[in-house]
């Protein structure tokens, strides 16, 4: 079974064991929202390889960059914030719910483990339904901001081609020329979502608590992540490391493949929810 990728009743029937066996350390990425309708990176629906990133460099400095990203992240909001959990956050919820998860650590800004039911969960990468300001660090409801850029914003509209992962929707000059951004209520900073931009590191005490759950855990298992930065690879190569089983299920090869002792490609909604079955009622 090592290193293998198998076919999936054999390879659902050694989930099944693994994760019977509790302990588990889920790490999910962007491939387990696509079926919320949320475009991932790099896999089958992956429509942002030939998009620019916003750089936090980019962001604190230039005033026209927030522009065009507030204006941008506006319209895209409006997908992420409607966007309801799908059949494979609620596995991995159920999961969570009969005791066999160690944790769950998300590389997605989309909020949707929890509103499946998920408790535990440690947002790598921060989430979009809170907004920080860079001055005096409050944090406040991204629906709040989002009623604020609509009354600053009167009459104002636009389609957007398509949405990314982080809530970026593509939108022309055009539509981005006149948007009115707005600034903190308590001190007249800068606000930024309250997520990590490229360029920007993950808090460490966030990173430590990941390091911690994968310590403590007795296997990880890999969901719609292609493991292709550092950020999530890291805890899959400690995990390595540990000598923890290692299950990766993703559509397309990752970056962690070396590691695991089974890889499956298939779509997560419907292997997930196989997987809870193949483990039986719950007691």
Known sequence: MEGVTVALDTALAWLAGLVADG???VLSGAGLSTESGIPDYRGPTGRRRNAEPMTYQR???SEQARRRYWARSHVGWRQIGAARPNAGHLAVAELERRGLLAGVVTQNVDGLHQAAGTRRVIELHGGLDRVVCLSCRERTPRAELDLRLREANPGWAADAGQINPDGDAVLTD???EGFRVVDCRSCGGIL???V?????NVPRPRVEECFALVGAARSMLVLGSSLAIRSGLRFVDRAAELDLPIAIV???PTGGDHHATLTLDAPLGATLTALVAQLGPAE
């Open 23 to 25: 302990g588990v350390l």
């Open 59 to 61: 962001f604190v400095s």
């Open 192 to 194: 930024k979502p309250d």
């Open 174 to 176: 055009e539509q981005v």
């Open 250 to 252: 993703n559509q397309g």
């Open 196 to 200: 990590v931009f490229f360029g920007e």
